[in-house]
């Protein structure tokens, strides 16, 4: 694999990421259960959004083939988005919205605070500046666990729920392929590996504050860096590309 | 926008009440209220005063939340990354201005449980507006250019309302709408000079919303019964045909500005009057969305309150946290 090769899907991963755990916050908008979680979700998803348009717009500059934040974001089918899978998971009740909220900022917020010093000044600068978003997401998560796993009867088992649910797509947070490895070679990436017991640590002291169990271990499912997804993603595309593919031509 | 008093039927006027109230008391009340200075929730007040103002504000409130929704609905489909940032900071903005209005709302002694409570009921209005449908993105220039350009004109002049926290509240909203007008004129403007396509969605679109728009600032003003003592009272500055003939008069230029025609063949310039005649309003269909029979009423209230009911039991979780940790912190 060639460096530049890397270095464009690496920019990509970040920022479909981004984009699509955004857009599926904001499917909440109007609908979240009190108008404090409303505005706090459509922040985090705005947080997002913008990070996204960052994180593309240097893969698409990268590329060196034209294509800018918007076509990268609208005109690429399934097989070409590089998202974990954990972030186009459909947002289910408000309990499984938060366990996939939590698992993944946790690991964000790990991810930019080394990302912050990649040698890849664009990166580097992006970090810097969603590193302090990323941190109100994960406390905002973290809280709402705290709050459901320790509050009734009915909100513990619906957290539980949530974080089952949610759990097998914690490894492929983790995992290393070759543009991982190459990108953290080049001090570009970050080994993500080496963020796991720092990740098992926080999430092992929310969910004792929440008064919950770790989730049994069980086999990760994986394959979003490679285009290989869970079929939600292309349901979730054919809604948001509607309109850049229905009328190529135009500008809006 | 919001804040016109919505009555089901035209020009009612309710029972006068003989006020058992102290005449001093309200004499000097009347007199501060001329004199425009504020009254806060501390200060005494007439019963009817307060009603109407609860009944105002919240109404304003549930406006800004049911909102939320026809904009909502396009948050998914926004046609780049740019403009899907814009709409849900706008759709958040206006969450928030839910949020101030309740607030100020509840100084006067009404909990938000019980505003809300009376939405869900149908026993509180909300803007007729938003009972109409969001069917292309054109719909998201023409929502940002009338709808919040007509709550433009009707709020600025509520940053001098006799209620404090009202008026404060409408200072840091207006500040808000009058960025989401510009926004939304610059969608408009975009596709108005865009592909054939999107021209006609343009044009579909002020087609669809204009009368809707118009019908904002309430009845006419002979069939307001209200309009003299909420003016006496300063919780209304200007009528509602006064309203609506100034944003006739700054719209019609906008409109053809971009190339886009007033669904409005009455529409003239008065030279006489120096503004614009325009044509009848369908007041009946004004009066139908009132009585709760708009295009998408139903959908709107099913969606406010499915999200209520569904969120119940998030909202029972954060109060027995917070319980407990009060117990904990007791112990
Ligand atoms: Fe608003
Ligand atoms: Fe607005």
Redesign the pocket.
């Known amino acids: 694999m060639s460096g530049d090769r890397a270095r464009i899907d690496y920019a990509l991963r970040l920022g479909d990421d981004a984009l699509v755990l955004g857009q599926r916050l904001g499917e909440w908008c109007g609908h979240a259960p009190m108008l404090e979680v409303d505005l706090g979700l459509a922040n985090i998803a705005l947080d997002l959004i913008g990070q996204a348009q960052h994180f593309l717009a240097h893969a698409g500059a990268l590329e060196g083939h034209g294509r800018d934040a918007d076509k990268l974001a609208f005109r690429r089918d399934v097989l070409d988005f590089k998202n974990c899978l954990l972030v186009e998971q459909p947002n289910g009740d408000f309990a499984q919205t938060i366990a996939r909220q939590a698992l993944f900022s946790t690991w964000h917020e790990l991810m930019l605070q080394r990302l912050q010093g990649s040698s890849d000044t664009a990166i580097a600068a992006v970090a810097q500046k969603a590193v302090k978003e990323v941190a109100y997401h994960a406390s905002f998560a973290r809280e709402w666990v705290v709050r459901l796993g320790d509050g009734t009867a009915e909100s513990r088992q619906r957290m539980v729920d949530g974080l089952d649910w949610m759990w097998r797509f914690v490894d492929e947070l983790f995992a290393m392929d070759l543009v991982d490895q190459a990108m953290a070679e080049a001090g570009v990436g970050v080994d993500k590996s080496t963020l796991r017991p720092e990740w098992d640590h926080l999430i092992d002291a929310m969910l004792a504050e929440a008064t919950l169990e770790r989730p049994a271990p069980r086999r990760g499912v994986m394959g979003g860096r490679e285009g290989r997804h869970s079929e939600h993603l292309g349901h979730m595309l054919s809604e948001m590309q509607f309109l850049q593919r229905a009328y190529p031509d135009a500008v809006w | 926008m919001y804040t016109t008093e919505l009555q089901n039927q035209a020009g009612k006027p309710k029972a006068q009440v003989a006020s058992t109230e102290d005449p001093a008391l309200l004499e000097a009340f009347e007199a501060r209220v001329a004199a425009d200075e504020f009254i806060e929730p501390k200060d005494w007040m007439p019963e009817a005063y307060r009603r109407t103002l609860v009944r105002q504000i919240s109404q304003h409130a549930h406006s800004e939340i049911v909102g939320m929704l026809p904009e909502g609905n396009w948050i998914s489909r926004a046609p780049t990354l740019r403009r899907k940032a814009v709409l849900l900071a706008?759709v958040q903005?206006?969450g928030g201005?839910g949020l101030y209005l309740y607030a100020a709302a509840e100084t006067l002694g009404t909990s938000r449980d019980e505003m809300v409570e009376a939405l869900h009921s149908g026993k509180a209005k909300y803007s007729t507006i938003f009972n109409y449908p969001t069917l292309t993105w054109a719909d998201i220039g023409a929502i940002?250019w009338l709808v919040?350009g007509a709550?433009i004109m009707n709020q600025v002049p509520l940053q001098r309302t006799s209620y404090g926290p009202y008026a404060r509240a409408m200072v840091r909203v207006c500040k808000?709408?009058s960025f989401?007008q510009r926004q939304g004129y610059e969608i408009m403007m975009a596709m108005a000079s865009g592909t054939p396509e999107q021209k006609r969605m343009a044009q579909d679109a002020l087609n669809r919303w204009w009368w809707p728009s118009l019908m904002m600032f309430g009845p006419p003003d002979e069939n307001s019964p209200n309009t003299a003592q909420s003016m006496r009272w300063r919780i209304k500055r200007d009528t509602n045909d006064e309203l609506r003939q100034k944003f006739v008069d700054v719209t019609v230029p906008q409109a053809e500005a971009i190339g886009l025609t007033v669904p409005d063949p009455d529409l003239k310039w008065n030279e006489a009057k120096g503004g614009h005649d325009f044509g009848e309003i369908d007041w009946e269909e004004f009066y139908a969305v009132v009585r709760g029979e708009g295009p998408v009423a139903k959908e709107r209230m099913k969606a406010r309150i499915d999200a209520w009911n569904d969120g119940a039991w998030v909202r029972e979780a954060a109060l027995a946290h917070a319980a407990k940790r009060n117990a904990r912190a007791a112990a």
């Open positions: 706008k903005d206006e201005h940002g919040d709550a808000e709408e989401h």
